[in-house]
């Protein structure tokens, strides 16, 4: 099994978001809120 750090997985999250087109980047708050990456 491949094991990932939390950030690592939010970078996924975030480039699949972009990928997929259901997130309209205009911040990196909007990639941040697609993805589901939450706030420090």
């Given at each position: 099994?491949?094991?990932?750090?939390?950030?690592?997985?939010?970078?996924i999250k975030?480039?699949?978001?972009?990928?997929?087109?259901?997130?309209?980047?205009?911040?990196?708050?909007?990639?941040?809120?697609?993805?589901?990456?939450?706030?420090?």
């Amino acid at each position: 099994m491949l094991s990932l750090s939390i950030t690592t997985s939010y970078a996924i999250k975030a480039m699949s978001c972009l990928e997929s087109g259901d997130c309209v980047p205009r911040h990196i708050s909007d990639i941040a809120r697609c993805a589901g990456v939450p706030r420090p």
